[in-house]
Nanobody, 118 residues
């Protein structure tokens, strides 16, 4: 079982950049794919990006070319660099494991709120 702690959210202006971090505890981090997800007010949680242990990366179309996911296995941490932010990127951002069928793990962290506004 992996414990997840997201951080790095805050207030950013449209067009700005921000990096989110997710620290994972548990020995399985090195052998699982990780994903970032987000949930905007009044909407369902959606997948944003994912990275496998081999470094294969995928993005949702809405963030492709603006968001970049990476992982540091030595630190058991996954990152999400977000550029050219838009107001519609305002969400609570979460990380989680992601299996080969695209399903997230059962345990979620508290998430990190990020607001894009002028």
């Amino acid at each position: 079982q992996v414990q997840l702690v997201e951080s790095g959210g805050g207030l950013v202006q449209p067009g700005g950049s921000r990096r989110l971090s997710c620290a994972a505890s548990g020995s399985i981090f090195r052998i699982v794919a990780m994903g970032w997800y987000r949930q905007a007010p009044g909407k369902q949680r959606e997948w944003v990006a994912s990275i496998t242990t081999a470094g294969t990366i995928n993005y949702a179309d809405s963030v492709k070319g603006r968001f970049f996911i990476s992982r540091d296995n030595a630190k058991s941490t996954v990152y999400l660099q977000r550029n050219s932010l838009k107001p519609e990127d305002t969400s609570v951002y979460y990380c989680n494991t992601r299996n080969s069928l695209g399903y997230a793990g059962p345990n979620w962290g508290q998430g990190t709120q990020d607001t894009v506004s002028s």
